[in-house]
Each structure stands twice: as structure tokens, then as C-alpha cells.
């Protein structure tokens, strides 16, 4: 319980990383309702939702979730 407060209490600090979080809407290993838990817990996190997107979003060349993730990560490290 301990480690627990401690560590919410460095993410919550302002050492808190930037994060980006990628999130299909198809994914069932990890569900969306999820990345809003890890989300509050980082005050500088942004989540880009893939709309149909699974858990392999970038290899989903074919649905041209690639190109939606690497837009992402460019606007996301260009900020």
C-alpha cells in the first residue's frame, strides 16, 4: 500500500513523464476503459484513439492504422 501512494505520489509530481498512450478501440488485451485509469494517473499524458485499431495497431498496415500511428507520434514529439 505503501509503494503504491508513493509511487501515484511521483506520478501526480511534476517529474511525471510525458506519455502517449495509443489506443484501439478493438483492442481486447488491454480494453479502452483502461487507458483512462493510466491516464489520470499521468497529468502530462495524451491518448490518441484508433478508431477499429486491435492491440498490434502499428502492423495493421492494411487497415492504414500505421499511418495513423506514426502521424501520432510525430505530433506527439513535435509538442
Do not use: C
Request: cysteine-free; aromatic content about 6%.
Amino acid at each position: 500500500m505503501v509503494y503504491v501512494r508513493l509511487r501515484e505520489s511521483y506520478l501526480l509530481s511534476w517529474n511525471s513523464p510525458y506519455t502517449l498512450s495509443l489506443q484501439g478501440t478493438a483492442d481486447n488485451t488491454i480494453p479502452p476503459r483502461s487507458t483512462s485509469t493510466v491516464v489520470s494517473l499521468l497529468p502530462r499524458a495524451q491518448v490518441h484513439v484508433i478508431e477499429g485499431g486491435t492491440h498490434s495497431l502499428i502492423l495493421e498496415e492494411t487497415l492504414g492504422h500505421s499511418i495513423e500511428v506514426t502521424k501520432a507520434l510525430i505530433e506527439f514529439l513535435s509538442s
